[in-house]
């Protein structure tokens, strides 16, 4: 019951603009003092954590990236890809929480290097100067972009990708929590460029626009996720009445992050392997690497 509350508080201070302070003598009251309060943060707060395939792995090549979607805006990110890497082979977007581009979504990116992709991680905090340290900042920053503008040009950089001039090849987009939610617009707006789009419980946009969406869609889900599940079910059923290909996948008695490791109280590790599964199967049969479904799990 702690846990819950706990949890519950987490996410008002991570998604609804919670005062720290507020957050902070709310969660020493749960908790039971403020050393209790403490452990608790802790726990659920993302922490720097050992890799599940670290930079320095032979298999892998890992590279920043930067470019310009229009005049004067200019994103950095972070590539990896197999050593290996076959020209144009297929591209996974790899989209961050509302913590910016962190060491947990690069290593996310070289799982799916493993995997046999080219994964590209953007820092859409590039405009404001990127991602810094203190993850309370990023979250201001992630609450300050201009959304529309935002989805715009990622949309450019999918589109960008698909092109002759880049080797027209095949792409796809997973984004975790914001990222899930930029991924639901980017599969709106980009239409057939996109071929393949995983959210993870990522907050959904109006049904209406469910027409729009051309890429096959495999949405993931927490079972006690109510917040992200008011919208993202509803998402699900209109694309499905709009007869596209998409599917949802709740994982029961889970929180809202549990694919992240990082966070010890709401990571967990047979729904994330389940979902990490099921992503990289969605993914081989809608872009079809060579190497599609193997290499790390989680």
């Not at 046999?116 to 609450?143: C, H, K, N, Q």
């Amino acid at each position: 019951m702690i846990r819950a509350a706990i949890v519950a508080l987490y996410d008002r201070f991570t998604h609804e603009g919670m005062d720290r302070r507020e957050f902070m003598s709310e969660l020493t009251r749960i908790a039971g003092g403020a050393a209790a309060a403490g452990v608790a943060l802790s726990s659920i707060a993302c922490q720097a954590a050992e890799p599940l395939v670290p930079e320095s792995d032979a298999r892998i090549r890992t590279q920043p990236l930067e470019w310009e979607v229009a005049p004067g805006r200019v994103y950095r990110g972070y590539n990896a890809a197999p050593a290996d890497a076959a020209p144009n082979l297929p591209v996974v977007f790899v989209i961050h929480e509302n913590r910016g581009l962190n060491e947990h979504i690069k290593d996310v990116a070289r799982r799916l290097a493993i995997a046999g992709y080219s994964a590209v991680a953007p820092d859409f905090l590039s405009l404001a100067g990127g991602t810094p340290a203190d993850e309370d900042r990023a979250r201001e920053m992630i609450g300050q972009l201009d959304m529309a503008q935002t989805v715009a040009d990622g949309a450019t950089m999918i589109r960008y990708l698909t092109t002759p001039e880049s080797g027209a090849r095949k792409v796809g987009a997973i984004g975790f929590c914001w990222g899930g939610g930029l991924v639901n617009r980017l599969a709106v707006t980009a239409g057939a460029s996109l071929s393949a789009a995983v959210p993870f419980y990522g907050p959904a946009p109006n049904p209406a626009e469910a027409a729009q969406v051309q890429a096959p869609m495999l949405i993931i889900l927490a079972g006690r996720d109510e917040r992200v599940n008011q919208t993202a079910l509803p998402w699900a059923e209109a694309l499905r009445a709009a007869g596209k290909d998409a599917r949802a996948i709740t994982y029961p008695d889970v929180d809202h992050a549990f694919h992240n490791d990082t966070s010890e109280m709401r990571y967990d590790r047979g729904a994330a392997e389940q979902a990490w599964a099921a992503t990289l199967e969605f993914l081989g049969r809608h872009l079809q690497p060579s190497q599609a479904g193997r290499g790390a799990t989680g």
